[in-house]
């Protein structure tokens, strides 16, 4: 049964999240492609990164005027070396004058995957690991971009794949949340110290992870850069009033200086993930596809239920790195990817909107069982693999092995028509919150109209759209003007009975639970029952002494 935690204090906290992190991006309708082919191994070939620097901005002219419609335009990027067989980018589409997609390519033609979805009013990015056009007539290195409606581009480079480059490795972990821990200047630059990040120590040149904005209440954009060097005039996210929006970020990670800083123009807290960091001296290759390929398209098939497991691509000693795109979803709600042979770990890849496509970036290994997804929404849902990393001595695997809308590994739950009853909220007891804290020396919290009719308020609101999810700060600001606030969220279950206990075991919401900083709260619980389920929704918030 899911549960989640989430504080936001006016000063410093640390509290470990039990979510990662949400980012939109691209889609075309279009099967499986079989043209995708990768070149045998020819020794170990990894990431090369560089100080991030923009290559292409048609809003100055900067590679040309901005892309018509269907139109399809080599792009040349900046200085990259000859033996160098892809890049990383992120692409941004902005100023679109229609909602339309960006396709990303080695300018092969065959391929039918997306990198960008964008919309009218909105600057949306996308990292992009893509191989390098054909340089053998002595084109400049660069890439193919083809637009499905009118749209302004930028093109930012922060790295690209060459022989003795570093290899990838795991190691997700939530860095920093500003909403819990602060730590934004008065300049607006956040920075977050690596150093001890790195499981088991050793050397490593670039980090990677998913950078969310969240609670934005003032437009603007997030750049992301090794504290080393200089501000580059690169962007990685694009902020928007009242939307969360997140991208993958890769960026070098010097030894003698392991820091991140990430400047916040606008007004939004900040979320920091690690996916992994890149070492040098691997065995390891990456292999771009030529062209990227699409391994499943579900429009093609069955679209996923809500809580099914799917597998969308097959086993292989390798990591992928790919673009999830989830379309004609049922509501709002999250998509995530995750190894097969593990169950899914509270992570989420992308958020899941009604009535528009959104797709995000991930590198996800296919070692353990092959790749699975699951919806907290029915939904369908797209994957593209632009490039794979595996053993030296091998080929790349290049076949996804599974049919073209995946195989369901675990059903989900069906869509019901009937109309869903929301009961009234019951206000429980804080009775095992205070003995908790008792036995911890702290003192008890106490109940008051201001936390009652709040946590009633969310209980109700989770019930009704029938999913878990956490409030904003700005809506539990009517608990306590000061911003001292924290939440504990929670749904399943025949009763609700569970809900007190699994928080307290939960390290994460158990800290939550016994913050100093908090001297008030309420519990509620609101049941919805449709056809023959109930379920319930639980929400513990919590305030200070302002």
């Known amino acids: 049964m899911p549960i989640h935690a989430l504080t936001r204090l006016a000063r410093p906290l640390a509290v470990a999240a039990a979510t990662a992190v949400l980012v939109p991006l691209a889609l075309v309708a279009s099967p499986t492609s079989p043209s995708a082919t990768a ?7 990894g990431l090369v990164p560089v100080d991030p620097v923009r290559d292409v901005d048609t809003r100055i002219g900067l590679g040309g005027a901005g892309l018509s419609t269907g139109e399809t335009r080599f792009v040349a990027l900046g ?13 941004t589409a902005v100023a679109a004058s229609a909602a339309g997609h960006l396709a990303v390519t080695d300018c092969r033609p065959g391929s039918s995957t997306s990198a960008v979805n964008f919309v009218v009013g909105r600057a949306v990015p996308n990292q992009v690991v893509v191989g390098l056009g054909d340089r053998s007539a002595g084109e400049p290195a660069g890439v193919c971009v083809t637009a499905s409606a009118p749209t302004e581009l930028i093109i930012d480079r922060f790295g690209h794949v060459a022989p003795d480059g570093a290899a990838f490795a795991p190691a997700p972990a939530r860095s920093w949340d500003t909403r819990s821990a602060g730590g934004i200047g008065a300049d607006g630059v956040l920075v977050v110290d690596l150093a001890d990040a790195v499981p088991g120590g050793g050397r490593v040149v670039a980090w990677s992870g998913t950078v969310t904005a969240t609670d934005v209440r003032v437009p603007g954009y997030v750049t992301v850069w090794p504290c080393a060097i200089a501000r580059p005039v690169v962007s990685n996210l694009n902020l928007a009033v009242g939307v969360t929006v997140a991208n993958q970020v890769t960026v070098a990670l010097p030894a003698d200086d392991p820091r991140l800083c990430l400047d916040r123009v606008g007004d939004a807290e900040l979320v920091v993930d690690t996916t992994g960091f890149w070492h040098p001296g691997g065995t390891t290759t990456i292999t771009p596809l030529s062209p990227p390929g699409r391994a499943v398209d579900s429009r093609l098939g069955e679209r996923l239920l809500r809580d099914e497991v799917r597998r969308l691509h097959g086993p292989a000693d390798a990591e992928l790195f790919v673009n999830l795109t989830a379309t004609r979803a049922n509501g709002a709600g999250w998509a995530a990817l995750f190894p097969c042979g593990s169950d899914h770990p509270g992570t989420s890849t992308l958020n899941v909107v009604a009535g528009a496509d959104v797709s995000a970036a991930a590198t996800v290994s296919a070692r353990d069982g092959g790749v699975c997804v699951t919806t907290s929404v029915s939904t369908d849902v797209v994957l593209d693999v632009f490039a794979v990393q595996h053993a030296s001595d091998r080929s790349p695997p290049s076949e996804p092995g599974v049919p073209p809308s995946g195989v369901t590994v675990s059903p989900g739950i069906p869509d019901d028509p009937s109309v869903a009853v929301v009961s009234g909220c019951t206000v429980g007891p804080l009775d095992q919150l205070n003995a908790a804290r008792a036995a911890s020396g702290l003192l008890p919290l106490v109940r008051d109209q201001r936390t009652d009719s709040f946590a009633c308020e969310w209980a109700t ?9 956490h409030s904003t700060a700005t809506q539990r600001s009517v608990v306590d003007a000061c911003g001292i606030t924290g939440e504990n969220v929670a749904a399943g279950g025949a009763s609700w009975t569970w809900m007190i206990d699994a928080w307290l075991e939960s390290p994460a919401h158990r800290e939550v639970a016994l913050h100093t900083a908090f001297t008030r709260a309420s519990v509620a619980y609101v049941s919805r029952d449709q056809h023959d389920l109930r379920r319930w929704y639980g929400v513990t918030v919590f305030g200070g002494s302002c």
Request: zero cysteines.
């Open 79 to 91: 200085p990259v070396p000859d033996d160098a067989t892809a890049v990383m980018l992120n692409v």
């Open 461 to 469: 609101a989770m019930a009704t759209a029938g999913r878990m999810s």
């Open 39 to 45: 070149a045998p191994a020819a020794g170990a070939a």
